[in-house]
């Protein structure tokens, strides 16, 4: 069975930072690129960040650049996303997804992000 | 960056009866490998997001075939042939050709 589960989701501080984590099972996790996806209380949907199969390209939404920066251990089958200089709009429930251009994907519950003081 | 806009962004509908959502983009979402990245995501109330249609008229595996996708270039339609209960929810449509990926800006679809 396929499973993405993210974790590391929490209350943070305005200029604080987090790591979240996405474990994936059931595929092989070394040969596809990965991605964050955020939705904001009540908001759409935005892309946040894409990694390759190998880790060697990202690329990220305008609005994280720069503070944000998503990495892989293929050997652990883990997806990450460090959070930094997080700001209030960066509230939101993040999902990681198995890559979305593909034939098949695979997305997670999500974990939520709340920064507020 | 490429601009999604969806329309409507509230769809009203009648169980039974057929619904279209339009989504137009930006730019060409032909890539240069020759495929067109365009996804079509539907949210139900309270859940994650799921995959109804990928490269714009492949239906997901264990989708409903009411369910079609079609366009090309800039223009790009979701019907669904006659809407059932569970429809009810966002749709968002996607596009994975160009960085950064984008999503639209999402249509609810409600009962009148």
């Known amino acids: 069975e396929v499973q993405l589960l993210e974790s590391g989701g929490d209350l943070v501080q305005p200029g604080g930072s987090l790591r979240l984590s996405c474990a994936a099972s059931?595929?092989?996790?070394?040969?596809?690129?990965m991605t964050w996806v955020r939705q904001a209380p009540g908001k759409g949907l935005e892309w946040v960040s894409t990694?390759?199969?190998?880790?060697?390209?990202?690329y990220y939404a305008d609005s994280v650049k720069g503070r944000f920066t998503i990495s892989r251990d293929n050997s652990k089958n883990t997806l990450y996303l460090q959070m930094n200089s997080l700001r209030a709009e960066d509230t939101a429930v993040y999902y990681c997804?198995?890559?979305?251009?593909?034939?098949?994907?695979?997305w997670g519950q999500g974990t939520l992000v709340t920064v507020s003081s | 960056d490429v601009v999604m806009t969806q329309s409507p962004l509230s769809l009203p509908v009648t169980l039974g009866q057929p619904a279209s959502i339009s989504c137009r983009s930006s730019?060409?979402?032909?890539?240069?490998?020759?495929?067109?990245?365009l996804n079509w995501f539907q949210q139900r109330p309270g859940q994650s997001p799921r995959r109804l249609i990928y490269?714009?008229?492949n239906r997901d595996s264990g989708v409903p075939d009411r369910f079609s996708g079609s366009g090309s270039g800039t223009d790009f339609t979701l019907k669904i042939s006659r809407v059932e209960a569970e429809d009810v929810g966002l749709y968002y449509c996607?596009?994975?050709?160009?960085?950064?990926?984008?999503f639209g800006q999402g249509t609810r679809l409600e009962f009148k």
């Open positions: 997804a198995k890559d979305l251009r593909s034939t098949v994907i695979y």
């Open positions: 059931g595929f092989t996790f070394s040969s596809h690129a």
């Open positions: 990694i390759r199969s190998s880790g060697d390209n990202t």
């Open positions: 730019q060409s979402l032909v890539h240069s490998d020759g495929n067109t990245y």
């Open positions: 490269k714009v008229s």
């Open positions: 996607m596009q994975g050709t160009h960085w950064p990926q984008t």
